[in-house]
């Protein structure tokens, strides 16, 4: 596909198919635009994947007096739940109160009316303020010493963040985008101080030769994430830097003693940061950390101090956790792609999105902070400003109503039903398979209908089967292991991060996608290496 797009006049190529790129390619899709989407690596194999994977409207930005923000936060809320339901679920929240925590009782109950206020509408149920016994019965595991009572109110999760990535790059495609991954950008093309297209530089898989190819447009988004620097570095040395990125790190541990049911968001002693404490993919998911980084973006790593911290203020909070190294199962980490400050701390750096003009090259827009909450609306804001440069009459946006690929149905909860009555599936697997694809995994199991040897269990723990894989490559984009373990069949998220089956399902590769031995060594190879990042620090 890369070499022949070279005569193809685009109306728009967007760098980076992270959430905010495959947002924007899918919303300009939509609206007839003829939409290029490049990524140097994988769909959702940045930032997107390395989030705390919560869809909320940032109870926290409240002390920021960033209204608006929550507004619009728990607006897109809602809207993500009714057009990605297989992804995006309620979320209960416990928010333990102390006596000398630095926000006390009515501090916690003015933000939780405030939140309530600015909902949207009301799909979740309001908060409610519970006593100190009603807190413990809920969660006997909290610490009890000076415990005041909590606040329990609900937002919502995005189990597999890697999936509301992909499923927007291909409604993209579906709307007559082009995409392409690990297509880096290594430059702009530029003329009369006009943005004209890119060069990039290509592989057909990640293991062949780099090819170099271009490709025109009448407008540039620049969705790079925290690479937006580099990006524009490569072109534009005299640009302004525009990300000051600070890392977000995460612990997985499998359950623990006195593990919450629910989410436990509560402050640490150390330096009041809010954290969490989240039961996700059957394990828990702790974080986050919050600190300046101007390091290697390709290769960002959990660093011992922010291990000891998280562990430190878990088992404070909990405190027969008694959580230690040896019981995190692996972590995770990635830079925030935050405006660039020099004046502010960490933690009071805007989370709100920003659209910058080059102030030297027409045509070229950089897509500054953002978050997996708010990036439709974003996407759809982005659009509006494309179609008024290129002159095009605005189209209505319909990218809040129109339901993501796998939730395509009037019905999702009676799609499930049906789809576990009709393929005799075990009540486990049926909800595996739903969560993950949605209303695709219809067209999963389809496969094994024609070749019944693709129902084999290739991962045990998960219970996942070689159709996920053929359908990962044919289907779904996938280039590599990495892509269908990691961000395709979320097989890479289990407790050794897929590396008991990696082996499994190169093998499936081979047999029904030909892949050679020395291939299938390359893979494996390559899939072992990428995990490395992902324990101990």
């Not at 509560?266 to 950390?289: A, M």
């Amino acid at each position: 596909m890369a070499s022949e797009i070279s005569n193809d006049q685009f109306d728009v190529i967007v760098i980076g198919a992270g959430i905010n790129g495959a947002g924007i390619a899918r919303d300009a899709a939509m609206r007839g635009l003829k939409v290029l989407l490049l990524d140097k690596g994988d769909i959702g194999g940045g930032t997107s994947s390395w989030s705390t994977r919560l869809i909320h409207g940032g109870l926290r930005y409240l002390e920021h007096g960033e209204l608006g923000l929550v507004r619009e936060s728990l607006r897109e809320r809602v809207c993500l739940m009714n057009i990605a339901p297989h992804l995006v679920r309620p979320l209960r929240i416990l928010v333990p109160i102390y006596k000398h925590a630095r926000r006390g009782v009515w501090t916690i109950r003015a933000g939780m009316i405030a939140y309530d206020l600015l909902s949207f509408s009301k799909p979740l149920p309001r908060h409610r303020l519970l006593s100190a016994v009603e807190t413990l019965q809920q969660a006997p595991g909290l610490n009890p010493e000076g415990l005041v009572g909590a606040a329990a109110y609900f937002d919502a999760q995005v189990e597999y963040a890697e999936r509301l990535v992909l499923e927007n790059a291909l409604s993209a495609l579906e709307h007559g985008a082009t995409v392409i991954t690990y297509a880096r950008v290594q430059k702009l093309q530029l003329e009369a101080g006009q943005v004209r297209g890119v060069e990039f530089t290509h592989q057909g898989s990640v293991r062949s030769d780099e090819e170099h190819h271009s490709a025109t447009a009448r407008l540039v988004i620049n969705a790079a994430g925290p690479w937006i620097d580099q990006v524009l570095g490569a072109s534009a040395p005299d640009s302004p830097r525009l990300i000051g990125g600070t890392k977000g790190s995460h612990l997985i541990v499998a359950p623990f003693a006195d593990a919450p049911e629910n989410v436990i968001y509560v402050e640490t002693e150390t330096d009041h940061r809010p954290f969490f404490i989240i039961p996700w993919n059957g394990n828990y998911l702790i974080g986050t950390t919050d600190i300046r980084y101007d390091g290697d973006i390709d290769h960002v790593r959990i660093e011992t101090e922010e291990i000891e911290y998280l562990l430190r203020e878990t088992n404070r909070v909990i405190p027969k956790a008694q959580l230690t190294r040896e019981q995190i199962i692996y972590t995770y980490s990635g830079v925030r792609p935050l405006p660039f400050v020099n004046d502010k701390d960490e933690q009071s750096i805007t989370r709100k999105h920003f659209i910058r003009r080059h102030p030297h090259i027409d045509n070229l827009f950089s897509i500054v902070g953002g978050k997996l909450t708010t990036y439709r609306s974003l996407a759809e804001e982005t659009v509006d400003l494309v179609l008024k440069e290129l002159g095009r009459r605005s189209r209505e946006c319909t990218s809040d109503r129109e339901p993501l690929p796998g939730a395509a149905v009037p019905d999702f909860e009676a799609f499930r039903t049906d789809f576990k009555e009709r393929f005799g599936l075990s009540e486990a697997a049926s909800d595996r398979l739903s969560r993950i694809y949605g209303t695709r995994s219809s067209a999963v199991m389809e496969l094994i209908t024609d070749d019944p040897s693709l129902g084999e269990v290739f991962d045990l723990e998960t219970g996942a089967i070689a159709a996920e894989v053929v359908f990962a490559f044919k289907q779904e984009l996938a280039q590599t292991l990495s892509d269908c373990l990691l961000r395709r069949t979320m097989v890479g998220l289990n407790s050794t991060c897929g590396l008991d089956a990696v082996e499994a399902a190169a093998r499936v590769a081979q047999k029904y996608l030909g892949w050679s031995a020395s291939h299938v060594d390359q893979e494996t190879a390559a899939y072992r290496k990428e995990i490395s990042r992902r324990f101990r620090g």
